[in-house]
Nanobody
Framework: QVQLVESGGGLVLAGGSLRLSCTTS????????MGWFRQAPGTEREFVAG????????DYGESVKGRFTISKDNAKNLMDLQMNSLKADDTAIYYC???????????????????WGQGTQVTVSS
């Protein structure tokens, strides 16, 4: 069982930055690929960013490329999402997710992720 805990959401002005973090306990962290998804009211869950087990391979949704950066520190059991140049359209609940095992590519469909955090609200005020 992998329990994911997110932190770092909040309210920020458009153009500002936020950093989200996700952690889990146990020895499994280096054996899980991870990702961030978001969901605004009335919309489907959207892929934001993903990272491989090693942290060396990343992928991003088109709407966040060049603004968001995902990172994974296996020594600290910590995955971060640095969000810069935030826009009102980035407002959503952000979820940390994990796949146990190490796919060779970053998976972008929420259907293949095995574990989910509780979500953290990000609100960008324009």
């Amino acid at each position: 069982q992998v329990q994911l805990v997110e932190s770092g959401g909040g309210l920020v002005l458009a153009g500002g930055s936020l950093r989200l973090s996700c952690t889990t306990s146990g020895r499994t962290f280096r054996n899980i690929a991870m990702g961030w998804f978001r969901q605004a009211p009335g919309t489907e869950r959207e892929f934001v960013a993903g990272i491989s087990c090693s942290g060396l391979i990343t992928d991003y949704g088109e709407s966040v490329k060049g603004r968001f950066t995902i990172s994974k520190d296996n020594a600290k059991n910590l995955m971060d999402l640095q969000m810069n140049s935030l826009k009102a359209d980035d407002t959503a609940i952000y979820y940390c997710a994990a796949i146990y095992g190490c796919p060779t590519i970053v998976r972008t469909s929420p259907k293949v992720y095995d574990y989910w955090g509780q979500g953290t609200q990000v609100t960008v005020s324009s």
